[in-house]
């Protein structure tokens, strides 16, 4: 089993940048593919980016490409989410998840962190 645990989130002005990070125990990230997800009140969630285990392959929801950057550092059990140029409709809680391939759809992804919250005030 992956244990994963997401840490970075916090609050932000409009325009501003964070870094969240996934961090996995228990497991390596090995073979696994990362993605992210947000879900805000009121509203489903929402793919935002995965990365093959590999790292050689990226996705990106249309909503934050450009301004977000998923990458993986093996040394450190470690996945990131780079967001840049934040936008009050970035504001949810961010989870990170584990799954065969890096698909856009959550029930592909097998294990889950309990999510880090993101607000960004305009």
């Known amino acids: 089993q992956v244990q994963l645990v997401e840490s970075g989130g916090g609050l932000v002005q409009a325009g501003g940048s964070l870094r969240l990070s996934c961090a996995a125990s228990?497991?390596?990230?090995?073979?696994?593919?990362t993605g992210w997800f947000r879900q805000a009140p009121g509203k489903e969630r929402e793919f935002v980016a995965a990365i093959h285990f590999r790292g050689d392959s990226t996705v990106y929801a249309d909503s934050v490409k450009g301004r977000f950057t998923i990458s993986r550092d093996g040394a450190k059990n470690t996945v990131y989410l780079e967001m840049n140029s934040l936008k009050a409709e970035d504001t949810a809680v961010y989870s990170c998840?584990?799954?065969?391939?890096?698909?856009?759809?959550?029930?592909?992804?097998?294990?889950w962190g309990q999510g880090t919250q993101v607000t960004v005030s305009s």
């Open positions: 228990g497991h390596t990230f090995g073979y696994w593919a």
């Open positions: 998840a584990v799954g065969r391939s890096p698909t856009v759809l959550s029930g592909d992804y097998v294990y």
